[in-house]
T-cell receptor, first 115, second 116 residues
Framework: AQSVTQLGSHVSVSEGALVLLRCNYS??????LFWYVQYPNQGLQLLLK??????LVKGINGFEAEFKKSETSFHLTKPSAHMSDAAEYFC?????????????FGQGTILTVHP | DTAVSQTPKYLVTQMGNDKSIKCEQN?????MYWYKQDSKKFLKIMFS???????INETVPNRFSPKSPDKAHLNLHINSLELGDSAVYFC???????????????FGPGTRLTVL
């Protein structure tokens, strides 16, 4: 069984500040990890994903995440927040190797960006 | 040129009714999914179809019945609606061909179902 825990249901930052959204996972097999963003009244959009290879993954809109196996973490960062980053962010895990892409999601983190 | 579309966007109905939500994707993908997002924003997979064949069926009441007339469509029919069925339902699609795929899932805009 797999699970995802996102630490902090709400994160608030000032425009231009570092964004750090935390995600820890549990998986019995090598995981595939994803970050999705959901803007109000919209569907989810993929930000980035880790499958194999380089552990630092770059995504859209300046976001990146680092897979740390020893810490079972996949935290999402962005050096400088922009007002347009305000949204809800979901971390997800897939066991990839044995499923048809079944995603298990965390509970989401709402990011608020202050001027 | 919407990639994954769902209808209706909003659905308000009484307990005990039967309703359907439709999903269509024009991406040529082979796999489609239904997810439920509850009031606490927790997203959970319900079903997945690959080339019209059911491949994922989570622990979902049998009042929920997915139907895939072709690989571009995956509809969700719900019988005898209950208050607890109120949620946002998301359809998604992916080019996943089989096990071990890393393909991205593309989500529709969601259908907000309210059961009164």
């Amino acid at each position: 069984a797999q699970s995802v825990t996102q630490l902090g249901s709400h994160v608030s930052v000032s425009e231009g500040a570092l964004v750090l959204l935390r995600c820890n996972y549990s998986s019995s097999v090598p995981p595939y990890l994803f970050w999705y963003v959901q803007y109000p009244n919209q569907g989810l959009q993929l930000l980035l994903k880790y499958t194999t290879g380089a552990t630092l993954v770059k995504g859209i809109n300046g976001f990146e995440a680092e897979f740390k196996k020893s810490e079972t973490s996949f935290h999402l960062t962005k050096p400088s927040a922009h007002m347009s980053d305000a949204a809800e962010y979901f971390c997800a895990v897939s066991d990839g190797g044995t499923s048809y892409g079944k995603l298990t999601f965390g509970q989401g983190t709402i990011l608020t960006v202050h001027p | 040129d919407t990639a994954v579309s769902q209808t209706p966007k909003y659905l308000v109905t009484q307990m005990g009714n039967d309703k359907s939500i439709k999903c269509e994707q024009n991406l040529g993908h082979d796999t489609m999914y239904w997810y439920k997002q509850d009031s606490k924003k927790f997203l959970k997979i319900m079903f997945s179809y690959n080339n019209k064949e059911l491949i994922i069926n989570e622990t979902v009441p049998n009042r929920f019945s997915p139907k895939s007339p072709d690989k571009a469509h995956l509809n969700l029919h719900i019988n005898s609606l209950e208050l607890g069925d109120s949620a946002v339902y998301f359809c998604a699609s992916s080019p996943i061909q089989g096990q071990g795929s890393t393909d991205t899932q593309y989500f529709g805009p969601g259908t907000r179902l309210t059961v009164l």
